[in-house]
């Protein structure tokens, strides 16, 4: 049984123009890291989700709900943050929590 102080929300946000952010909120803290740059490099995105999450002392068993922006933003940036959110969701079977910026 997981753990209900540890249990998270992961958020995912790809829809500015030149960076993403990542954020984690649970009941006992809450971290935000974010990418910038002029051409934002989404493989960078796998390794900011695992430095937020232990810097939120949350394992990705402990995600409950995905929270994703779905624009507006660029096309292919949004639709990256969207993937991501799905194959997550498909892997723990989690809500998944679209949002506009």
Known sequence: MRD???QGILIID???????SVSVVNNLS??????????????????????????S???K???SVL????????FS??????AIAKTLKEIKSIPVIMFSM
């Open 57 to 59: 002392k949350v394992t």
């Open 4 to 6: 209900p102080e540890r």
């Open 77 to 82: 940036a949004v639709r990256t943050g969207i």
């Open 30 to 55: 809450s971290t935000s890291l974010s990418f910038s740059g002029s051409e934002p490099n989404f493989s960078r995105i796998w390794d900011l989700i695992d430095i937020a999450l232990n810097s």
């Open 14 to 20: 790809t829809s500015y123009y030149s960076g993403f």
């Open 61 to 63: 068993n402990d995600v």
């Open 67 to 74: 929270a994703v922006s779905r624009g507006p933003g660029p």
